[in-house]
């Protein structure tokens, strides 16, 4: 577990992030109880449960997103749910135990790929020798005079420096045996892991195989580091990083809220999917085809617009598990000219590189960067408040002939995007703004 304190942690989320310093301290708190908690006595440990965050803010202003990098940051297994996919028991649908087994599954491949680096030099040297045969059958011809030991060394030599990826081979790769399961989300078994070591998985079938060396040396490192890795050991690591770090994010969640003006009729629907959620967020035991899993300890992090009901509609048991309230706010004009700007992964900053590969240097002045961010911040006010994918949709309409023109030459072009560009672009959305000006 990182130890990162609620500080740093702000500040990493600062880095793709504009705003929302609330929603931000609220996350890395709760992210720095959880180490705090790691380091405490065993029998203090199990007493303390993570304080869930629910959060309120329209669309595309950052929850999503802080959730994302919270969990990107810590390598924590992390997965995103809408409550509106889920249904209450006896219904048919997803049920809300789906979301356990989900993130179990995202654990298990984070843990997997982990694993597959720690012993991917190994793998490497054991397909190395795999394949100086097949290489070496092509290469006796070109080279008739040269001893075994010289072949050998020259053949690794190329190998290593990829001068011989293009070159196709001959090669037997293990079958692969079909996926057969049985049962349902909740007890899936894997019959090839079960019987795979009495029947001998793909009793040493083989398929001779014409491809690439660089084709061969993928598809023979992936079997070599399954070989090399200890599915138990995955299994149970990951279940343990699942139970302890896990993050889930439930979107929506105003959407399954009885609403106080609302319609009667999916009143009890809402409600029932909102009463199976409650154990999974209060602490229960999921089974999953890897085993059980605890949810005590998993953070929940809810979130939703709450534009017609609000976090009071929700039943009082499961606002009583989400303990911490946090209000997100609509982004403004200055918001907007720092997302184009200033994140590590600045909207203005992927167009630039993006256009660039076909040779368009794109060059943005200042007074039509603060055009654009005011544009967009009238429009979100005007019409749909869609946060910062309002920049997007404009970023996409303003650019599309110099992205579809571009690629067609090999000369560099210069395009320099000033304010009346913007302004052209956009002449009917000005003129609208401007008389809504005098509108009462």
């Known amino acids: 577990m990182n130890n990162y304190s609620p500080k740093q942690i702000v500040a990493e989320l600062d880095r793709y992030i504009i705003g929302q310093q609330g929603a931000k301290k609220a996350v890395a708190v709760a992210l720095r109880n959880r180490y ?117 060394g020259y053949i690794l030599q190329e190998l290593r420096e990829g001068k011989v990826d ?34 001998g998985a793909n009793n040493g079938k083989v398929k001779q195989k014409t491809m690439t060396v660089k084709e061969a040396m993928k598809e023979l490192i992936e079997i070599e580091e399954q070989k090399l890795i200890d599915p138990d050991n995955v299994n149970a690591e990951a279940i343990a990083r699942a139970e302890n770090e896990g993050i889930i994010f439930i979107d929506e969640i ?100 993006l256009l660039g590969v076909d040779k368009v240097s794109l060059k943005f002045t200042a007074d039509a960067i603060k055009q654009i961010a005011q544009i967009c911040a009238v429009e979100n006010e005007n019409n749909e408040d869609i946060g910062a994918r309002r920049l997007h949709t404009m970023m996409e309409s303003l650019l599309e002939d110099i992205s579809y023109e571009a690629g067609n030459t090999d000369e560099p072009i210069e395009v320099i995007v000033d304010k009346e560009f913007v302004d052209k672009h956009f002449e009917s959305v000005i003129k609208r703004m401007n008389l809504n000006k005098y509108i009462l």
């Open 36 to 152: 705090r908690r790691s380091k405490l006595p065993e029998y203090l440990r199990e007493e303390i449960t993570p304080k869930n965050i629910i959060m309120q803010g329209p669309t595309g202003v950052g929850k999503t997103e802080i959730a994302r990098r919270l969990a990107k940051l810590v390598k924590a297994p992390f997965i995103k749910v809408e409550a509106t996919k889920f249904t209450e028991v006896g219904y048919v649908g997803r049920d809300v135990e789906s979301m356990i087994r989900d993130l179990v599954e995202a654990s298990i491949r984070m843990v997997q790929e982990e694993k597959s680096k720690e012993v991917e030099l190994r793998a490497r040297e054991l397909v190395e020798e795999k394949l100086v045969p097949a290489i070496t059958k092509k290469r006796k011809e070109a080279y008739p005079d040269m001893s075994d030991g010289q072949m050998r």
């Open 254 to 353: 105003d959407k399954i809220a009885n609403k106080a003006n609302g319609s009667q009729g999916h009143d009890v629907s809402r409600e029932g999917v909102q009463r199976d959620i409650l154990p999974i967020v209060e602490g229960c035991t999921v089974n999953t085809k890897y085993g059980q899993i605890k949810t005590d300890h998993i953070l929940f992090i809810a979130a939703g617009a709450f534009h017609i009901s609000s976090v009071s509609d929700l039943i009082p048991e499961l606002q009583g598990r989400f303990p911490i309230s946090v209000r997100l706010h609509s982004l403004t004009e200055k918001d907007f000219e720092e997302i184009l700007t200033k994140p590590d992964n600045a909207i203005l900053m992927q167009y630039t590189a």
């Open 166 to 199: 293009d070159l196709v081979i001959d090669i037997a790769l293990p079958v692969k045996p079909k996926q057969q399961t049985i049962g349902n989300g909740n007890m899936e078994i894997n019959i090839n892991e079960v019987f795979g070591s009495f029947m």
